[in-house]
Nanobody, 121 residues
């Protein structure tokens, strides 16, 4: 009912930058929050950044000051600008959103397939 398509991952050197994008499509009536999670090998998935429909943001401590989350509500798209990348940022990054589709009375969470970010030293 809602599909999330991520793009922008890749290989970058330490100190470099990447911009991730995630576009939501489908019979979307409304999107509440949108967020990015990441999962490194052997570790649990963790929240990186979240943005509400009103634009309020919150970040995981290790990315504060380096990552910026933003969204374009007209395009149902969320972005993650990642600067000053470190090897420990290497992970698969997942986009997620809480959305309500036409004909539904409640919000539910949707997830993208993930995009690999590798920071080489």
């Amino acid at each position: 009912q809602v599909q999330l398509l991520e793009s922008g991952g890749g290989l970058v050197q330490v100190g470099g930058s990447l911009r991730l994008s995630c576009a939501a499509s489908g019979s979307i009536f409304s999107i509440n929050y949108m967020a990015w999670y990441r999962q490194a090998p052997g570790k649990q998935r963790e929240l990186v950044a979240v943005i509400t429909s009103g634009g309020s943001t919150n970040y995981e401590d290790s990315v504060k000051g380096r990552f910026t989350i933003s969204r374009d509500n007209a395009k149902n798209t969320v972005y993650l600008q990642m600067n000053s990348l470190k090897p420990e940022d290497t992970a698969v990054y997942y986009c997620t959103c809480s959305a309500k589709v036409y004909g539904s009375i409640r919000f539910r969470d949707y997830w993208g397939q993930g995009t690999q970010v590798t920071v080489s030293s």
